[in-house]
């Protein structure tokens, strides 16, 4: 279905909040599923919800080592005491039933013999001539998982468009579903511009470049589950940018393009779409990453993103992440924003709003605050690579003092040092 961008954000500039809104509002789940094993199914959205079949947990056991017994046998436990019968280890459960003032040695996991209620913890319990006698009450169903605790048979425990993570995978598998339907892959050509790109294993030339947003731009797609269809680096050259919209469009959902979408002399590929497809070329006040074309070309979306390199990832982190979520199904969510104190001052200039590469982690007191991750310069890549969050900062703010309150967004890729600390 060919779904034209509607027309009313064609302004030459725009504030990020409604660059964001639009794309959010333009962009549908790709059709298609899959069904796979669970072992294949890490990152994947779920396209069909997870209802349960059974009860979880299946049977009542004992969440302790101990002895289980009839809650109505207390007062002889903690008197005469009770009579054991027998053990239910993890797999082997007691096959009778227990009678009055009899018990049960059981272990962890095992299932409650018939006619048992409570288990006490074989420390607060003493055995001596197979007579067991307990230390204080306990309360009725004490140390036992009742079934169904966890989830009930019949109960939704996973949305359609969930996306599985190693605890949404245990869930499914402690349910006994060894498969799930999940929405495909989407397909992404990337491609980067400029004549002064270099692949990498080439010696550099006067004035060259390593192409380092090929490596930035594929890691961030397949840590978001994408299929890379990569077609590698596009000279600034109008006809060489128009071959690689060819391409993209016969082989993929999502076309990314880095660089060469500013109003520059060797800045085709903004002029070069807009032969093709839809366009939205937006100034967007914000920092760094101003210049983003964004539309759709026939089936397949498009987001051309600035060349500088922190450019690249911010835009990418802000636009095409959520966009793409939605593109593979995932419900949409507004990213965790914290609110955290500045370990240290602050620099910004007032005038457009910044996402500043910062550092979250505990201050002299031991309680969490955020610091500057270094030079923010859109071409600094060093400060990206030890950040672990983005300091959100309005327009309209200028220098903050240590301690000013301020809005930090994790950043949410493998390998962000201290990650572990949100
Ligand atoms: P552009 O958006 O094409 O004007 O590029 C802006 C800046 O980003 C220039 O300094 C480019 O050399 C640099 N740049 C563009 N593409 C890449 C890339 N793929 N890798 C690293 N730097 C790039
Ligand atoms: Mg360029």
């Known amino acids: 279905m060919d779904r034209p961008v509607?027309?009313?954000?064609?302004?030459?500039s725009l504030g990020f909040e409604a660059a964001l809104a639009q794309v959010l509002r333009t962009v549908r789940p790709l059709p298609g599923a899959e069904t796979l094993a669970l072992t294949d199914a890490l990152g994947r959205v779920l396209a069909a919800p997870l209802i349960a079949t059974m009860d979880l947990q299946p049977w009542p056991n004992s969440a302790m080592d101990g002895y289980a017994?009839?809650?109505?046998?207390?007062?002889?436990?903690?008197?005469?005491?009770?009579?054991?019968?027998?053990?239910?280890?993890?797999?082997?459960?007691?096959?009778?039933?227990?009678?009055?003032?009899?018990?049960?040695?059981?272990l962890t996991g095992a299932v409650l013999p018939d006619g048992a209620d409570t288990v006490v913890m074989q420390e607060h319990a003493t055995l001596a001539h197979g007579r067991l006698r307990l230390q204080r009450p306990l309360p009725v169903g004490a140390n036992v998982r009742a079934p169904g605790e966890d989830v009930r048979a019949g109960q939704t425990v996973l949305p359609a468009g969930s996306r599985l993570?190693?605890?949404?995978?245990?869930?499914?598998?402690?349910?006994?579903?060894?498969?799930?339907?999940?929405?495909?892959?989407?397909r992404v050509a990337l491609f980067t511009?400029?004549?002064?790109?270099?692949?990498?294993?080439?010696?550099?030339?006067?004035?060259?470049?390593?192409?380092?947003?090929?490596?930035?731009?594929?890691?961030?797609?397949?840590?978001?589950?994408?299929?890379?269809?990569?077609?590698?680096?596009?000279?600034?050259?109008?006809?060489?940018v128009r071959a690689a919209f060819a391409a993209a469009r016969e082989q993929a959902d999502v076309v990314i393009s880095s660089g060469g979408v500013s109003v520059g002399d060797a800045d085709y590929v903004r002029d070069v779409f807009a032969e093709f497809g839809d366009i939205h070329f937006w100034r967007i006040a914000m920092k760094?990453?101003?210049?983003?074309?964004?539309?759709?070309l026939g089936e397949t979306w498009f987001f051309g993103l600035p060349g500088n390199p922190v450019s690249t990832a911010v835009t990418f982190h802000q636009f095409v992440r959520p966009?793409?979520?939605?593109?593979?199904?995932?419900?949409?969510?507004?990213?965790?924003?914290?609110?955290?104190?500045?370990?240290?001052?602050?620099?910004?200039?007032?005038?457009?709003?910044?996402?500043?590469?910062?550092?979250?982690?505990?201050?002299?007191?031991?309680?969490?605050?955020?610091?500057?991750?270094?030079?923010?310069?859109?071409?600094?890549?060093?400060?990206?690579?030890?950040?672990?969050?983005l300091i959100v900062l309005p327009a309209d703010s200028g220098d903050l003092p240590a301690g000013?309150?301020?809005?930090?967004e994790p950043l949410p890729w493998p390998g962000t040092p201290g990650r572990d600390v949100f």
């Open 323 to 389: 966009a793409l979520r939605l593109l593979e199904g995932e419900a949409p969510a507004p990213p965790l924003r914290l609110q955290l104190p500045l370990l240290e001052p602050l620099h910004k200039a007032p005038g457009r709003l910044d996402f500043q590469r910062g550092i979250v982690g505990p201050g002299p007191d031991g309680r969490l605050g955020v610091k500057s991750a270094g030079a923010q310069g859109s071409h600094v890549l060093s400060s990206l690579a030890a950040a672990n969050c």
């Open 404 to 408: 000013a309150t301020v809005t930090v």
């Open 6 to 12: 509607p027309p009313d954000c064609t302004p030459e």
């Open 193 to 240: 511009s400029g004549d002064e790109l270099t692949p990498l294993g080439r010696p550099l030339g006067p004035g060259a470049i390593y192409d380092s947003n090929r490596y930035l731009l594929r890691a961030m797609l397949q840590e978001l589950g994408a299929t890379v269809v990569d077609l590698g680096i596009v000279a600034d050259d109008p006809a060489a």
């Open 165 to 186: 993570g190693p605890a949404q995978l245990a869930l499914a598998a402690a349910l006994g579903q060894g498969t799930v339907t999940v929405h495909r892959r989407p």
């Open 69 to 106: 017994f009839a809650f109505a046998d207390l007062d002889t436990a903690l008197g005469a005491g009770l009579e054991l019968v027998g053990t239910a280890l993890a797999g082997h459960p007691f096959t009778g039933r227990l009678g009055r003032g009899q018990c049960v040695r059981i």
């Open 288 to 296: 760094p990453g101003r210049p983003l074309a964004f539309g759709r």
